[in-house]
T-cell receptor, first 114, second 110 residues
C-alpha cells in the first residue's frame, strides 16, 4: 500500500534536547511538507521541500531544521531553540507540480516536552 | 494575518439533516480550495476540492460551493451521518503551498 508513515506516534523529550521526527513516503511524490497543529488552531507550515536537496521555510520555521537527501524521506529536527515544541506534528506529500496541490497526510507524531 | 478563516469553531447537526460548513479567505491569488476531514490523533484526509474557475463541485454526499466575489466557500454534507463527526479544515492553495483555516468541529447527533 502506498502512503506516508511517521514515527514514532508519541515522543517525549526533556527540555533542552534536540529530537528528530521521521517521515517516509512511497507515493513517488516530489513535494513534502511539515505542519504543526496546536489545540484549537489550524495547521501551520514549518518547512516544505519541492525537490530533493532543496527546501524552504514555512510560516513558523524558527527552532526547526530539515533535510531532504532522498525523495522518500523528509525528517524534521525540533531543536532546543524552539520555545514551545509540545504539539502534534504532521507530515504531508504531494505531486508538487502544476496548480493542483492535493496533499496526503501521515498519521502524525505527538511531541511532549517534559 | 489569518488568510483563511473558519469562524465557527463547532457545529451540531441532527443525523439525516444537512451540515453546512463555511470558510472565508482574503487572498485573491488562491487558485484551488480543498476540504479535509480530521479525527483526533490522526492525519487529515482529503474530502473534496474545487478550482477557482468553478463555482460548484459535487462528490456523493459532499458538495463544495465557491463564491469568488464574496471570497467564501462552503461544504455541504447531505444527509449527515454519525461517521461525519470530525474536525473539518478548509485549505487554499497558492504557489504550491496550502493555507489552512482553524477548523470546525462537526458533531452529528442521533
Amino acid at each position: 500500500d502506498g502512503g506516508i508513515t511517521q514515527s514514532p506516534k508519541y515522543l517525549f523529550r526533556k527540555e533542552g534536547q534536540n529530537v528528530t521526527l521521521s517521515c517516509e513516503q512511497n507515493l513517488n511524490h516530489d513535494a513534502m511538507y511539515w505542519y504543526r497543529q496546536d489545540p484549537g488552531q489550524g495547521l501551520r507550515l514549518i518547512y516544505y521541500s519541492q525537490i530533493v536537496n532543496d527546501f524552504q521555510k514555512g510560516d513558523i520555521a524558527e527552532g526547526y531544521s530539515v533535510s531532504r537527501e532522498k525523495k522518500e524521506s523528509f525528517p524534521l529536527t525540533v531543536t532546543s531553540a524552539q520555545k514551545n515544541p509540545t504539539a502534534f506534528y504532521l507530515c504531508a506529500s504531494s505531486r508538487g507540480s502544476g496548480r493542483y496541490n492535493e496533499q496526503f497526510f501521515g498519521p502524525g507524531t505527538r511531541l511532549t516536552v517534559l | 494575518d489569518q488568510q483563511v478563516k473558519q469562524n465557527s469553531p463547532s457545529l451540531s447537526v441532527q443525523e439525516g439533516r444537512i451540515s453546512i460548513l463555511n470558510c472565508d479567505y482574503t487572498n485573491s491569488m488562491f487558485d484551488y480550495f480543498l476540504w479535509y476531514k480530521k479525527y483526533p490523533a490522526e492525519g487529515p484526509t482529503f474530502l473534496i476540492s474545487i478550482s477557482s474557475i468553478k463555482d460548484k463541485n459535487e462528490d456523493g454526499r459532499f458538495t463544495v460551493f465557491l463564491n469568488k466575489s464574496a471570497k467564501h466557500l462552503s461544504l455541504h454534507i447531505v444527509p449527515s451521518q454519525p461517521g461525519d463527526s470530525a474536525v473539518y479544515f478548509c485549505a487554499a492553495s497558492v504557489a504550491q503551498k496550502l493555507v489552512f483555516g482553524q477548523g470546525t468541529r462537526l458533531t452529528i447527533n442521533p
